[in-house]
Nanobody, 123 residues
Framework: QVHVAESGGGSVQVGGSLRLSCEVSGYSRTNGFMAWFRQAPGKEREGVAV??????NYADSVKGRFTISRDNAKNTAYLQMTNLKPEDTAVYYC??????????????????WGQGTQVTVSS
């Protein structure tokens, strides 16, 4: 059984940093897609960043501020977030195994999800 667990959320002030972690167990495709999404109240879930065997992609809104990385030995992905803004406030979800071809940022394409971790940025 696949289990996805996020950690590292919290509350920070504008300009601060946080590092999110996503550990996947029961899933051996360590070079598969692992992605971060976020969902703010009243908004749709949006893709933030993805990492795969060929590289990484980012949403325009976080380019230059967020960095996704992974440790294949630990089956863990990370999202380093810097220069945080109030609009980054959301529940952040980790997703694993992109089951369908198409854009990386489509949530429906991912099979395994974590429960989410809250990130709050205050001014």
């Amino acid at each position: 059984q696949v289990h996805v667990a996020e950690s590292g959320g919290g509350s920070v002030q504008v300009g601060g940093s946080l590092r999110l972690s996503c550990e996947v167990s029961g899933y051996s495709r360590t070079n598969g897609f692992m992605a971060w999404f976020r969902q703010a109240p009243g908004k749709e879930r949006e893709g933030v960043a993805v990492i795969y065997s060929g590289g990484a992609n980012y949403a325009d809104s976080v380019k230059g501020r967020f960095t996704i990385s992974r440790d294949n030995a630990k089956n863990t992905a990370y999202l380093q977030m810097t220069n945080l803004k109030p609009e980054d406030t959301a529940v952040y979800y980790c997703a694993a195994y992109k089951a369908s071809a198409g854009a990386w940022s489509v949530a429906d394409f991912y099979k395994y999800w974590g429960q989410g971790t809250q990130v709050t940025v205050s001014s």
